[in-house]
């Protein structure tokens, strides 16, 4: 049995309540706020005798007065039966099949109920490794046994087309109420079931405000290290997920919390590890927030910028020594951030189409030194100049580098061109060269260290 505060609801046993049914004037979830297309089908399938209900994030978050991030349809009917009834569906996943409704640039998600699986050996198409770990998950099952094999007791709620009402097997309603998160069933089997539910706890905790029920916190700092045997692929995506959705810093410092940042960025985690309260740890909170305050104001964010600072300290301790003869400090970024994502390649995928606008954001850093000649006027005419400023001005947040320098950038790019000329620094010749450079190395930059 959990822990629990006297007083408080955290004891009452899921297995004891009975499934529960509110009818729609008894909740909050009005159809004006889920999306036409998603009622498009749920009413399709409904009409074709189907059962139809919406699940998981979008009943949770209706309920919750915020707005579902998407619509998610679980049914009775197997991904062949939904596919005859839409045109545009398509059936994807291996481990997980599933129909995809396409409405244009929305895409709705239909599930066949599912059936927990307690091992490999059942007739069907579940299979669970030696560990415990889920592999395959296409045992089609009831309402009521899809529900519990969901993760938390506020995803396992069904909003039912047929009458309107509210269908919650496993007191979900409840823990809405009282704004917890709550895994269904014993909460160390289900971790170890799919570790990755671990980093979902921790990111509906921190989006969702909700505290993680007692017995369902305990066993996560333990079982942690689990989440270095899920593929980097899976984790990356899990990572956008953490970081992306507005609350980037809580989400930050409650992985921190439970020891699980670590698991995802392990070369960062080192060097936080390190020093409390320095540079980097600086550094990474105020992109956190800025990436928080941009999602706020519905600016767009890049997952580039977000590795980018994540990365950047651990990135630096890479980088082979500045005297190192025939080396700028650019081309020491360079060697160093090939290691770098070799590196975290082994825990999160870092694919190639951030992976390259993360290094140009790095390589252009000791650019932002030189503030002479002609050079002042190509940085900011490269296509990366901006991704590149607001990383600078990071550094600047955090401490790494002179407020000086930052706003001498910041006022440059608002001057035209004759009062550029007037900023620009004397060009400076008394720097030697402390070798010859081969002559293929077309390096732009002298070693600026
Ligand atoms: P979000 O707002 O982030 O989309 P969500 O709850 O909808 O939150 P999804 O990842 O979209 O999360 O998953 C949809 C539903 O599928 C969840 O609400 C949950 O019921 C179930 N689910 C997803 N992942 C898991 C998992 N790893 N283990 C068990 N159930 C899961
Ligand atoms: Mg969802």
Not at 97 to 122: C, P, Y
Not at 220 to 243: H, S
Not at 252 to 281: I, S
Not at 319 to 332: F, K, L, R, Y
Request: hydrophobic fraction near 40%; charge should be neutral; charged fraction near 30%.
């Amino acid at each position: 049995m959990p822990e629990t505060e006297p007083g408080k609801t955290e004891s009452t046993a899921i297995s004891e309540q009975t499934p529960t049914i509110i009818p729609r004037d008894q909740h909050a979830i009005s159809r004006s706020n889920i999306s036409p297309n998603a009622l498009k089908v749920l009413y399709r399938l409904h009409a074709a005798g189907y059962q139809a209900c919406l699940v998981g994030g979008g009943v949770r978050d209706l309920l919750l007065g915020r707005e579902p991030k998407d619509f998610d349809v679980a049914t009775d009917a197997h991904p062949e039966e939904v596919r005859k009834l839409f045109r545009n569906c398509r059936l994807i996943g291996r481990r997980f099949r599933l129909a995809h409704v396409i409405f244009g640039r929305e895409i709705i998600e239909v599930a066949t109920f599912r059936a927990q699986h307690s091992d490999g050996a059942e007739e069907g198409e579940g299979v669970m490794s030696e560990e415990g770990r889920i592999l395959r998950d296409n045992v089609y099952g009831t309402i009521e046994e899809d529900a519990w094999r969901r993760d938390f007791t506020v995803n396992a709620l069904y909003y039912d087309i047929s009458d309107f009402s509210v269908r919650d097997f496993v007191g979900g309603m409840q823990d809405i109420e009282a704004g917890l998160l709550r895994m269904i069933g014993e909460p160390e089997a289900r971790y170890r079931e799919d570790p990755v539910r671990m980093l979902r706890a921790v990111r509906f905790a921190a989006k969702l405000g909700f505290r993680i029920e007692a017995a369902t916190e305990a066993p996560i700092t333990e079982l942690g290290p689990l989440l270095f045997d899920i593929a980097p692929a899976r984790l990356f995506e899990e990572v956008l997920k953490l970081f992306l959705a507005g609350e980037a810093l809580n989400t930050f410092e409650l992985l921190r919390h439970y020891d699980l940042f670590g698991k995802l960025f392990p070369m960062t985690e080192a060097v936080l590890a390190e020093e409390v309260e320095g540079f980097p740890h600086m550094l990474i909170s105020h992109a956190l927030r800025n990436t928080d305050e941009r999602i706020d104001q519905g600016k767009p964010v890049t997952p580039a910028f977000l590795f980018a600072a994540l990365l950047w300290e651990p990135m630096r301790r890479l980088m082979p020594p500045a005297d190192t003869p025939g080396m700028s400090e650019v081309q020491a970024i360079q060697i160093a951030s090939a290691r770098i994502i070799a590196e975290q390649a082994r825990h999160t995928s870092v694919p190639k189409r951030f992976s390259l606008p993360m290094r140009e954001i790095w390589a252009l850093q000791p650019r932002f030194e030189q503030r002479a000649g002609r050079r002042p006027q190509r940085l900011l005419a490269h296509p990366r100049f901006r991704a590149a400023y607001d990383f600078l001005l990071l550094r600047g947040q955090a401490g790494e580098v002179e407020p000086e320098l930052c706003q001498w950038w910041t006022d440059f790019q608002e001057q035209n061109p004759q009062q550029q000329e007037k900023m620009l620094l004397p060009e400076t010749r008394k720097k030697r060269r402390r070798r010859r450079r081969k002559p293929r190395s077309k390096s732009p930059t002298p070693d600026a260290t």
